[in-house]
């Protein structure tokens, strides 16, 4: 048996990066996968792939989410499993984040998973049936960099509502919990090492030899992860943040 066989996945930010390689695994797995974003050109394709769907959506905007989750319902009948993978790392210290970043950074990083999570976990305990919830955060949310003062805040939140969530909805058995991601190769990162930090072809290569592990953490390797959290291997882990870096927290030479 599969780990996801029939059960249907909703993805968030799923057209790139993370969000896609968990609809990748998750399908592989025998999940019907949905997945949402802003990126036609990308979604589309990749839902073809999976023989899943995708469903244009822009999780800052608050009914453009709930209408993804309808949607979900109408087309499968149920949300069994929902990621919250779409994430926004535009830079901005403490200094000289303007309000309009700030509200940014809580609409894609906080207030679009707090309502996805409402319209999934309502749509669980209507049903009377159980479910989990994966929320990707980010090392970050610890402390951070000077440069990441808004995306900060809003991580932060994020994991503690994972937690207050997973707490809340324990005796629905819905299980909740979040991996604290640390620096991952994606498309979105060299995105954001060009355009914040000048950085050119060869920035990969020279970020890995000075981590433990010779490598940036990789998007399949984060994508079995929570396929492992979505299904019942995972047994009754709820409520819980995963470090998942090969930094230490705590940790000092």
């Known amino acids: 048996m599969k780990l996801l066989q029939g059960r249907v996945v909703l993805v968030s930010g799923g057209t790139q990066g993370i969000g896609a390689g968990v ?16 990126r036609p050109e990308s979604g589309e394709p990749l839902a073809r792939e999976l023989g899943g769907t995708y469903l244009q959506s822009d999780v800052s905007d608050v009914d453009s989410a709930r209408t993804s989750a309808r949607a979900t319902i109408e087309r499968h009948g149920r949300i069994d499993c929902l990621v919250n993978a779409a ?20 609409a894609v990083n906080l207030r679009g998973p707090f309502f996805l999570m409402q319209a999934a976990v309502q749509d669980m305990v209507r049903r009377g049936e159980p479910g989990t919830i994966v929320n990707i955060i980010s090392s970050s949310e610890l402390g951070g960099q000077p ?28 299980r909740i919990n979040g991996l604290d991601i640390g620096w991952t190769d994606t ?7 060009r355009a914040f930090h000048a950085a050119d072809d060869g920035w990969r290569e020279r970020a890995a030899k000075n981590l433990p592990m010779g490598k940036l953490s ?3 390797e984060i994508a079995d992860f929570v396929v492992f959290l979505l299904s019942t291997r995972s047994g009754v882990v709820t409520g819980s943040v995963i470090d998942w870096d090969q930094n230490v927290l705590g940790g000092m030479d």
């Open 23 to 38: 609809a990748r695994a998750a399908a592989r797995e025998g999940a019907s996968v949905v997945v949402t974003g802003r």
């Open 87 to 106: 994430g926004l790392t535009s830079r901005g210290t403490l200094l000289d984040t303007t309000p309009e970043l700030f509200d940014q950074h809580i």
């Open 147 to 174: 440069y990441l003062a808004p995306y900060v805040a809003a991580k932060a939140g994020l994991a503690g509502l994972t937690r207050n969530a997973a707490h809340a909805h324990r005796f629905d058995r819905i």
């Open 187 to 193: 498309e979105g990162e060299d995105v954001t090492q």
């Open 218 to 220: 990789q998007v399949d």
